[in-house]
């Protein structure tokens, strides 16, 4: 019993961590369809200094109406508890047209 709870604990845990570090930005009428592109922002010094610029008009593909996601993934979280080490962190930027 006490084994279940704590890995549902875990669960609810991480769920929350992903969640809430996600940003959503909605450029025109939003995203329309289910195209998406990804990029991933790199940061030094605990996210104080961009390490690369991610150009969201250009992941847009030129479009009018689209959703612009900035979050930590899991797959960034993963990659943070190996770069956080030398304070490089990520995050994935995501558009959806």
Wanted: one cysteine or more; aromatic letters at 8%.
């Amino acid at each position: 019993m006490m084994k279940t709870v704590s890995l549902i604990m875990v669960i609810v845990f991480l769920t929350m961590i992903i969640g809430c570090a996600a940003h959503v930005h909605t450029v025109g009428d939003g995203a329309r369809g289910g195209d998406m592109t990804e990029a991933r922002q790199w940061y030094i010094l605990f996210g104080l200094i961009p390490l690369n610029e991610v150009d969201t008009k250009e992941l847009s593909g030129g479009a009018e109406n689209y959703e612009i996601k900035t979050e930590q993934s899991a797959l960034d979280i993963v990659m943070n508890i190996f770069t956080g080490m030398i304070s490089v962190y990520s995050r994935t930027v995501t558009v959806t047209k």
